[in-house]
Nanobody
Framework: QVQLVESGGGLVQPGGSLRLSCVAS????????MGWYRQAPGKQRELVAA???????NYADSVKGRFTISRDNAKNTVYLQMNSPKHEDTGVYYC?????????WGQGTQVTVSS
């Protein structure tokens, strides 16, 4: 059984900063990809950023240069540093673990960018 627990969401002002964390627990194969997706009201869930256990990362074009993904493999934890967020970054952010051709999801954490 794999569990993902997110934390760090909340209200942030445009131009501010926020850091999301996600801890994975359970039977986790060491070679995996962890990442963040988000879903805005009325829109489909979309990839924000992801990073493999080897350190390769990819980002949505809309967040490049503003958001940074990182991970601590020893702690099975992935982080998303959100700098200079914009109103359009508002949504529910979901932690994702992709391992052995299976996807696991966290419960989601709300991020609201508003002044």
């Amino acid at each position: 059984q794999v569990q993902l627990v997110e934390s760090g969401g909340g209200l942030v002002q445009p131009g501010g900063s926020l850091r999301l964390s996600c801890v994975a627990s359970g039977n986790i194969f060491r070679l995996n990809t962890m990442g963040w997706y988000r879903q805005a009201p009325g829109k489909q869930r979309e990839l924000v950023a992801a990073m493999s256990s080897g350190g390769s990362s990819n980002y949505a074009d809309s967040v490049k240069g503003r958001f940074t993904i990182s991970r601590d493999n020893a702690k099975n934890t992935v982080y998303l540093q959100m700098n200079s967020p914009k109103h359009e970054d508002t949504g529910v952010y979901y932690c994702n673990l992709y391992v052995l051709n299976r996807n696991f999801w966290g419960q989601g954490t709300q991020v609201t960018v508003s002044s």
